[in-house]
């Protein structure tokens, strides 16, 4: 409605008076759009259009190509909110460089930057969350074991979960890098869902009539595990445990960080280098460790599959952009960087779930064809009194590393201070957690279509 037919409308119903009145609100009202218009035209005038070259470290299903599309949907909004002249473009260095011999890991040479900041290191770089800080980066990455899932831990990320209602866990995060000189600003980019617990020569718990090794079996085995930290703590306190308490004369088990030679983990197998190890979720573990010259789990004789994922509940990867290239962005653009992030954190989570289902089902009928049950796939479910002896280890561990001698003062305190954050804000939610779950047992089972004729209950295998 315009002015005039507004104040046509107040004179009818009773005086210059309230017309005068409403004529003086109605122009504020347009001087304030004004205003606002104005101040957009300005920020996006002032927004500089940039293109910030970054390194990637991964190329699986469910962490590489969420990564690209971070890229695509920021440079697409960026342009449509700030025009061509203010598109924030990310461009992923391909194939990947090495991280350069003088720096020590690649957050170090991100700190220093790449060509736009005048640095002989990298503008950004797509990591995975445990590179933020040896100590306690494996926290921001996938939690801790037996800890929160991915949409408690998003309440801990983004919502005020510390200092009272002051600060996020995000806002930690970046508090602490500041406190530590890093010279980074990191940024949440994409989630993914829990995953398997391991592949094994033998199983943990009982398949059909075949009896489970159990814990104590698992730790007496000559195996050579590829189990990354902390998990590997976790397994190893929980043996070393079940030695102490007399129950197994000694521990056997071993870790490797690495794959010998850098091959696959299928072929580490083959080679009679690895016995156990945990990889990903169903869609990372289908796209990497299946149709292979060497063969699949399956074939070189780690058939039996492990859940649930007690040791990583979820996992979230970060692109970590230089604090000099981060200047040269607008608020405008360092806004968009930030919420187009928190977007694809819950959009790639989404669809990496909802692919889980059959990828699982694949991964267990992948060698059905051949009709060898030897080198059949088989669903393994931890015992739960094994998983209590684990969940033992891990309280444990997170509180021993408050006080490990091999980590710099410094990193002991941010670890300390990030554990008893998030024990606070578990401690305040947990009751609601625990209320809120329904038994597995009664979830969908029974579901069939509307006819009655067709069920809707999965069957993996």
């Known amino acids: 409605m315009a002015t005039s037919d507004l104040g046509r409308s107040y004179a009818v119903h009773g005086g210059k008076e309230r017309m005068a009145s409403h004529i003086k609100h109605v122009s504020f009202f347009g001087a304030a759009v004004a205003v606002f218009v104005c101040a957009t ?34 440079l697409s909004i960026s342009t449509t909110a700030l025009g061509k002249a203010g598109e924030v473009k990310f461009t992923k260095y391909a194939p990947t460089p090495a991280i350069p011999k003088e720096f020590k890991n690649i957050v170090a040479a991100v700190g220093a930057g790449g060509p736009l900041a005048g640095g002989t290191g990298f503008d950004a770089a797509y990591i995975s969350g445990g590179d933020l800080n040896p100590a306690w980066g494996f926290i921001y990455n996938s939690g801790i074991p037996f800890g929160p ?54 199983p943990v718990g009982n398949v059909g009539s075949m009896a489970g090794i159990g814990m104590a079996g698992l730790c007496q085995q ?31 088990i071993k870790f490797i960080a690495p794959i010998p030679g850098g091959g696959s983990l299928v072929k580490a197998v083959a080679d009679g280098q690895l016995q156990a190890y945990e990889m990903a979720t169903p869609l990372d573990d289908f796209s990497q460790l299946f149709g292979l010259p060497e063969g699949n789990p399956g074939t070189v004789g780690t058939r039996y599959v492990h859940f649930p994922g007690w040791h990583q509940p ?26 187009v992030g928190r977007d ?12 889980q289902g059959t990828k699982l089902k694949q991964i267990l009928t992948a060698n059905d064809a051949d009709k060898n049950p030897d080198n059949d796939l ?23 590393r408050t006080s490990d001698a091999t980590l710099n003062e410094q990193d002991r305190k941010d670890y300390g ?34 006819d009655g004729k067709e069920s809707w209950d999965q069957k993996l295998k």
């Open 222 to 252: 000559n195996w050579t595990f590829r189990y990354l930290p902390p998990a590997q703590y976790v397994i190893d306190r929980a043996c070393n445990n079940l030695v102490a308490g007399g129950v197994i004369p000694k521990k056997n």
């Open 149 to 202: 899932n991915f949409d408690e831990f998003i309440g801990f990320l983004y919502g005020k979960s510390i200092d009272d209602g002051t600060t996020t866990g995000l806002d930690l995060l970046q508090q602490l890098l500041d406190k530590s000189g890093k010279n980074i600003v990191a940024v949440p980019i994409v989630g993914s869902s829990q995953q398997g617990s391991g592949y094994f020569m033998l």
């Open 378 to 400: 088989v669903l393994v479910q931890w015992p739960q009194s094994d998983l209590a002896l684990l969940r033992d280890a891990t309280i444990q561990f997170l509180n021993a």
């Open 314 to 339: 979820f996992l979230i990867t970060y692109m970590i952009i230089n604090k000099n290239v981060w200047s040269k962005l607008s608020s405008a653009q360092q806004a968009l960087v930030m919420s």
């Open 417 to 450: 201070r990030i554990l008893e954050s998030l024990r606070k804000y578990v401690s305040s939610n947990n009751g609601y957690w625990k209320v809120r779950e329904v038994p597995s047992a009664l979830r969908f089972q029974g579901w069939y279509d509307p």
């Open 344 to 355: 694809q954190i819950i959009s790639s989570y989404g669809e990496n779930l909802r692919q």
């Open 41 to 74: 035209l300005l920020a996006a005038q002032s927004a500089l259009a940039l293109d910030i070259s970054f390194r990637s470290f991964s190329n699986w299903a469910a962490i590489g190509p969420p990564a690209d599309e971070y890229a695509a949907k920021l």
